[in-house]
């Protein structure tokens, strides 16, 4: 061998050691300390459960974006003044309402604050409706609501519930026993009986206090928004007006509505159980106009780009990935998402946080580094979908691969009480090289036990086209996705920070960061070889 041959061959040798050795100073950065600081606030009851489009995901978004600026990251998506921004911008849309009031004289009442629909009402153009008392909207042989009203072609007003006497009977059944006109059943009872006296819209007066109310009203309007399904473009059939629009109000509204003051309506109340009868034909007609517009409202939310710049071979692009959005809150429960996915949300943060540090002391990657966590994940992986479809922000034919980290803070029954394994998922799909490259490193660094039961195409469970990088894969960009699995907390209220186990969390984050640091370091870019199910 000539000496010179020689010499190059050990100052390659030596380098490559160097670099090894720097990879493990790196990874020693990424401590279960730092990632449980990020996870207490992406996981807090402060965000809301970050729901696509919410106040609380657009907070995490400030708050990743923040940490992006802090370590230097450059922000690289054009803004519309020819600047650059860490978010990617876009809307969604969602069937919703528009414009919904109801106006009694100069006064107009708030929507899912003084009254909420009993179900996804709408009442396209603005219509004004004569409103009745008509008391508890019954009618029996005994009790009789409407024997002194006319309701023909107008909208009717009455308390939730049945009446009792002064004594706290109920006057229906004449004892302390229920009858058939309460709850959903008596509701749906009493807008029959309306609609045979030719109603056509109601108003239940709440049982609930203001206080109560209010709560109520804001847990119905989260419920109802379930069932608007976010699409990437708007819908264009037109919304058709509900037929008989029901309605809950609070007592104050539905004394406004009438015209009468509070103590009034409540007086009417009292009559009935003092004189065991009904109170209806003592209060005047009144009038409102209403609205209630559904159609197509946007929802705006972001994707959060950091862009570490390499050295010689900047032009290709190891993209690190994860979703930051959740599913927000369910039935008056917040939803944190620890694990789903505040765990690979922070991973990716610790992870810029050591590539950064590493350049910043002159060891920073050869290949570019693109640390992205998407919104959208939980409503069909539409922020990544954004991304690849729609507005690739480094073009795809640049991007090596992508490492996307969701769900690995946690363990699932397979594995209790073990927890040094982590499911890897489309690893050799595309590139027998990245899978070659990931065993490699993890057996060199970490020693986890990679468990490849959801790679196998015949998995019920498909996690490969459940996550983001399977938007990425589709273009045939080679991918990985870490998983530790679904446990009992999997899209409930305890997902919580409590729950995970960070010394675990610790180690994946630290086999992703040996990975990409492999991946973005390495003399020949991964190959495109596979092209497995």
Not at 186 to 195: D, E, F, P, T
Not at 322 to 351: F, K, P, R, W
Not at 418 to 445: A, F, M, P, T
Request: contains cysteine.
């Amino acid at each position: 061998m000539k000496k010179s041959t020689l010499i190059i061959a050990l100052i390659t040798i030596c380098s490559s050691l160097y670099g090894q050795d720097k990879s493990t100073e790196y990874a020693a950065t990424i401590t279960a300390q730092d990632l449980k600081k990020h996870l207490t606030y992406i996981a807090s009851d402060s965000l809301e459960g970050r729901d696509t489009g919410s106040e609380g995901q657009k907070k995490a978004a400030i708050y990743i974006s923040n940490h992006f600026a802090k370590l230097g990251l450059q922000a690289i998506v054009p803004t519309k003044d020819g600047g650059k921004s860490y978010f990617q911008y876009f809307n969604l849309y969602k069937k919703g309402w528009k414009d919904a009031y109801i106006k009694i004289g100069n006064k107009k009442k708030e929507f899912f604050k003084d009254y909420y629909p009993n179900g996804l009402t709408s009442i396209p153009d603005e219509q004004s409706i004569a409103v009745v008392f008509a008391g508890y909207g019954i009618e029996t042989d005994t009790y009789n609501d409407y024997k002194k009203i006319d309701v023909k072609d107008k909208a009717v007003v009455f308390f939730e519930g049945e009446p009792k006497d002064e004594a706290g009977n109920y006057l229906i059944t004449k004892s302390g026993e229920k009858s058939e006109w309460v709850e959903k059943s008596g509701v749906m009872k009493k807008m029959n009986i309306a609609l045979n006296h030719g109603a056509k819209m109601f108003f239940i007066i709440s049982e609930s206090d203001a206080s109560q109310f209010t709560s109520l009203a804001a847990e119905r309007k989260v419920v109802l928004s379930r069932f608007n399904q976010l699409n990437f473009n708007p819908s264009t059939s037109a919304e058709k007006a509900t037929s008989n629009p029901t309605f809950f109000v609070s007592k104050e509204m539905a004394a406004d509505m009438l015209g009468l003051k509070l103590s009034k309506l409540q007086k009417l109340e009292s009559a009935i159980a003092k004189k065991g009868e009904s109170s209806t034909g003592n209060t005047k007609e009144s009038s409102i106009s209403i609205k209630v517009e559904r159609g197509e409202v946007p929802v705006e939310t972001q994707n959060v780009l950091g862009f570490l710049e390499g050295t010689d071979k900047k032009d290709e692009v190891v993209l690190i990935t994860a979703h930051y959005d959740h599913v927000g809150i369910q039935n008056g429960q917040i939803y944190n998402g620890a694990d789903d996915d505040g765990s690979g949300t922070c991973t990716v943060m610790e992870l810029a946080e050591a590539f950064a540090k590493a350049k910043a002391e002159g060891n920073g990657p050869r290949r570019s580094i693109l640390f992205m966590t998407v919104t959208g994940e939980e409503k069909g992986l539409l922020g990544s979908q954004y991304y690849t479809d729609k507005n690739p922000i480094i073009p795809l034919e640049k991007t090596v691969c992508d490492l996307n980290i969701d769900m690995i803070g946690r363990i699932d029954k397979a594995h209790a009480p073990k927890q040094d394994y982590v499911y890897l998922i489309g690893s050799d799909k595309l590139s027998s090289e990245l899978h070659q490259i990931s065993e490699d490193v993890n057996k060199k660094y970490i020693n986890y036990q990679l468990d490849y039961t959801f790679n196998d195409p015949k998995d019920p469970n498909r996690f490969y086209y459940r996550s983001d990088h399977y938007n990425f894969a589709k273009h045939k960009i080679p991918v990985i996705f870490y998983f530790t699995g679904v446990h009992e907390d999997y899209h409930r209220p305890g997902d919580d920070v409590e729950k995970i186990l960070f010394p675990k969390y610790q180690q994946i984050a630290r086999l992703v960061f040996q990975t990409a640091w492999e991946l973005a370091n390495r003399e020949e870019r991964i190959k495109v070889d596979s092209n497995k199910p």
